[in-house]
């Protein structure tokens, strides 16, 4: 089955980058999709079809990558980014999709 | 606006069944997939179960086929998750979600979720 590998974790202090990177482990890859998950929230998708920016969500957040591995941007880090963020895909039918296992970011 | 507002949750016994609906609003609800995700406490999200727009089609993850089975009732905009033969590792948060294609399969990713509702599988 198809598998999406996040680091567990990313610090970063306000105003810096931070970058997480979702790895699949088969090709061909579908595209990537990455959502956004604070505690006592429901997810909120940031970043469509690997580089699509939904209305409403921040320039700052940003994805890209081709291949095997896509990494989400967010730029000028605020404090209200801290939260954990989930790739997800879809296999090549559409028809399974899974999440990575997510990234928790801790703005220092 | 649209709105995604689950119930049916609540402690169960292992062994035993719950059954979850989701009703939604904001959006042409027979125009597109739905589909059930789950969050165990202190674990990340996990895909459950996806349904066609109009509910011919039927996608289960591997962990949950032969005892979750889900439905849609388009007159009634609503989305249910029929939960049998539960075991305390279903307990999790469910949301229900909105397929972010139009009038594909499963929707392929999610575009708008609701607020979940929390299952407890306990003895």
């Known amino acids: 089955s198809h598998e999406l590998t996040q680091p567990p974790s990313v610090s970063v202090s306000p105003g810096q980058t931070a970058r997480i990177t979702c790895s699949a482990d088969?090709?061909?890859?579908?595209?990537t999709y990455w959502y956004q998950k604070k505690p006592g929230q429901a997810p909120v998708l940031i970043i469509y079809?690997?580089?699509k920016r939904p209305s409403g969500i921040p320039e700052r957040f940003s994805g890209s990558g081709s291949g095997t591995t896509v990494t989400l941007t967010i730029s000028g880090v605020q404090a209200e980014d801290e939260a954990d963020y989930f790739c997800q895909a879809a296999d090549i039918t559409g028809t399974y999709m899974v999440f990575g296992g997510g990234t928790k970011l801790t703005v220092l | 606006e649209v709105q995604l507002l689950e119930s049916g949750g609540g402690l169960v016994q292992p062994g035993g069944s719950l059954r979850l609906s989701c009703v939604a609003s904001?959006?042409?609800?027979?125009?597109?997939?739905m589909t059930w995700v789950r969050q165990a406490p202190g674990r990340g999200l996990e895909w459950v179960s996806s349904?066609?727009?109009?509910?011919?089609?039927?996608y289960n993850a591997d962990s949950v086929t032969g005892r979750f089975t889900i439905s849609r009732d388009n007159s009634k905009n609503t989305l249910y998750l029929q939960l049998n033969s539960l075991r305390v590792e279903d307990t999790a948060l469910y949301y229900c979600?909105?397929?972010?294609?139009?009038?594909?399969?499963?929707?392929?990713?999610?575009?708008?979720w609701g607020q979940g509702t929390l299952v407890t599988v306990s003895s």
């Open positions: 904001g959006f042409i609800f027979s125009d597109y997939a």
């Open positions: 979600a909105k397929g972010g294609q139009f009038r594909h399969t499963t929707g392929r990713y999610f575009d708008q």
């Open positions: 088969v090709l061909p890859k579908q595209y």
């Open positions: 349904i066609s727009a109009n509910g011919d089609s039927k």
């Open positions: 079809k690997d580089d």
